[in-house]
């Protein structure tokens, strides 16, 4: 059973710091891993998506990279922004046909002005 | 354009009590997922569905949930006999390809 784990819950840092979110994945066996935010009484908007295939996109100021092998992706964030404040999710994928994502339980980043 | 909006955004209710949970997708999109997000918790898969296909009710978490999807586009979640553990938020999302999924705003569930 594929299980995601975030690290760290919470993230607090100040304006204009470059940042890393860190997601694992207990099954490599993933098709794909989206990278999402949240903000507080909001639905999700999906940030950036990474096939099995590939090893990393980028959008703006965000990058999220992919290593299959050693079941970890990571969400980098540049230059952060008070903007950028919001709960931060990764969900993978399963190889199989099943088509629902399994989530982690979010990172919490704030960025202090 | 419109993306996938939910109703009511905010339901509160008494414990027993049937509650339905609605769903407009984006327009054109064949998928359509309920998932829930407990407080503390990472949301947790309900249901899907595709197209004319039978659905995928494998995250269902008792008879209480139930879904429908009708005319390949609304779909319906219905909690009967509520329970307190019942009170989360809501999300639905809707995609056309495999992969990119949409999500609403969600419906939070107070159950009191």
């Known amino acids: 059973k594929q299980e995601v784990t975030q690290i760290p819950a919470a993230l607090s840092v100040p304006e204009g710091e470059n940042l890393v979110l860190n997601c694992s994945f207990t099954d490599s066996a993933i098709y794909n891993l989206q990278w999402f935010r949240q903000d507080p009484g909001k639905g999700l908007t999906s940030l950036l998506l990474?096939?099995?295939?590939?090893r990393e996109q980028t959008s703006g100021r965000l990058n999220a990279s992919l290593d299959k092998s050693s079941g970890r992706s990571t969400l980098y964030i540049a230059a952060s922004q008070p903007g950028d404040s919001a709960t931060y999710l990764c969900a993978g994928r399963e190889v199989g046909g099943s088509e629902k994502l399994v989530f982690g339980k979010g990172t919490k980043l704030t960025v202090n002005p | 354009g419109a993306g996938v909006s939910q109703s009511p955004s905010n339901k509160v209710t008494e414990k027993g009590k049937d509650v339905e949970l609605r769903c407009d997708p984006i327009s054109g999109h064949t998928a359509l997922y309920w998932y829930r997000q407990s407080l503390g918790q990472g949301l947790e898969f309900l249901i899907y569905?595709?197209?004319?296909?039978?659905?995928?009710k494998s995250g269902l978490p008792s008879d209480r949930f139930s879904a429908e999807r009708t005319g390949g586009s609304v779909s319906t979640l219905t909690i009967q006999r509520t329970q307190q553990e019942d009170s989360a938020v809501y999300l639905c999302?809707?995609?056309?390809?495999?992969?990119?999924?949409?999500f609403g705003p969600g419906t939070r569930l107070t159950v009191l």
């Open positions: 569905f595709q197209g004319n296909s039978a659905p995928d």
């Open positions: 990474i096939q099995s295939s590939q």
């Open positions: 999302a809707s995609s056309l390809s495999p992969w990119l999924k949409y």
